[in-house]
């Protein structure tokens, strides 16, 4: 099952400072985290990142997991471990399991609280593509097979919806009608050609004529929808 955590302003620890652990870590930040790496060495990237204030490294030669992480003054929301020592990861992610972390080890699925899909994001759209880990190299070329189908139209699409979604919950609690008026923007062929030209403006005012078009329908005290122009004086 795929589930999209919110994780702005969680507490990661890392431990490896190498290539791998920095790809993770930038997924990571990409998302809001307080990113902390301890590490022996570090790469470029890390140190790059460290020198922007993006991020923080300590230097570290860790040989007991239970000694360090004992030893840490704030409990991490979730622990990588990212070492080219497989016991050292095993030992790191098991006792940060018992101290009620999420973990991931970099080298050892089966410990692992979550996997790692391949992520096509493209503006505010997030495709998670897994294969269950039997084949990254697919769930790759997947993604970027996603990446060249989506267009800057849909980009400019969710963001004609949010507006309109936002004005909406303002006009009627008609869940039933509310979404009748925005699949009726979605499927409308002048705002689709606003949009492909990059027009949001011009799209969003034909979205309020259509939106304009079911003024005359209100709902009754039972939810239902009627007419103006039927009812009695």
């Keep these: 099952m795929l589930m999209d955590f919110k994780l702005m302003g969680k507490n990661i620890l890392v431990i490896g400072g190498g290539r791998e652990s920095y790809k993770k870590s930038i997924k ?12 022996k060495s570090f790469t470029k990237g890390f140190k790059r990142l460290a020198a922007e204030g ?51 080890a970099i080298d ?23 294969t269950g880990g039997k084949s990254p190299a697919i769930a790759r070329l997947i993604r970027m097979k996603i990446e060249r189908i989506i267009k800057p139209e849909h980009l400019l699409q969710i963001q004609l919806q949010h507006q309109i979604r936002s004005t909406l919950k303002n006009l009627t609690s008609n869940q039933k009608m509310r979404r009748k008026i925005l699949y009726s ?17 011009e799209a969003r ?20 929808i009627s007419n103006n122009k039927n009812e009695k004086a």
């Design 28 to 39: 990571f930040l990409e998302e809001g985290c307080k990113i902390t790496v301890y590490s």
């Design 185 to 201: 923007i979605i499927k409308d062929y002048k705002i689709k050609e606003l949009l492909k030209f990059g027009k949001i403006e």
């Design 108 to 130: 050892n699925p089966s410990m692992s609280d979550f996997t790692f899909p391949a992520l096509a994001k493209i503006g505010d759209v997030k495709i998670a593509i897994s």
């Design 54 to 104: 993006k991020i923080s490294i300590i230097k570290a030669n860790i040989d007991s997991a239970e000694e360090f992480l004992k030893n840490l003054t704030q409990k991490p929301d979730l622990l990588i471990a990212a070492t080219n020592n497989y016991d050292l990861n095993l030992e790191l992610v098991s006792i940060a399991k018992k101290m009620g972390c999420m973990v991931y």
């Design 205 to 224: 005012l034909e979205a309020f004529k259509i939106i304009e078009s079911y003024i005359s329908l209100r709902e009754d005290s039972h939810g239902r």
